[in-house]
């Protein structure tokens, strides 16, 4: 093991998210609705799976790439202390999906909350699910860009179709797809790139 495997671990979150995003797609187009809500609940439990065994399996790595090099012996126990590994870890490799996850349940909970108070006008049942899935899919911080395009093109898209409700269902999917391959690209341009953890 080397840091050919971290490289390719770096793939894992991309290539999911792009499978899991295109292959919803395609069912829409093809089956003219989503998948039920009992197969979003599937689909996002996989996805926190993934998430979080890529960051133990990094953690995993680190430690094992470290206790094979000599100088970097030193910073594993019995030398060092098993904080510092786990402060490591913590910082490089598992806060980014925690902070993710939770910000995904947040969002989840505000839809579903305000969905509630208003007698279901704003989000169809598969909406709290669409942007849990995108903010999971585009990651941290580019979960703050995608939840912003996402508004964006509801507010124009009301102007334009000037109806009393225009859904953000269309938005969720297409949005997440475009923030996966040009999230970097745009958060260099508006300074999000200081959020990055």
Known sequence: MNQQTFAFLFFIHPLWSFISIVGLLVFWFFKKKLPSIKSFKKILNIFIVVILSQAFLETFLNWFLWSKAELTQRLIPPYAPVTYVIQYSWQHYLFEPVIVILVALLAFWLINRLNKRFNNQFFYDEEPYLAVLGILV????????????????????????KEKRFPLLYFWLPSALLVLFLGGIISKYIGITQFVI
Not at 144 to 150: A, D, E, N, T
Not at 155 to 160: A, L
Request: glycine content about 8%; overall charge neutral; hydrophobic content about 60%.
């Open 138 to 161: 585009t990651g941290w911080p580019n979960c703050l860009i995608y939840l912003c395009l996402v508004l964006l093109l509801g507010v124009i898209s009301h102007f334009i179709v």
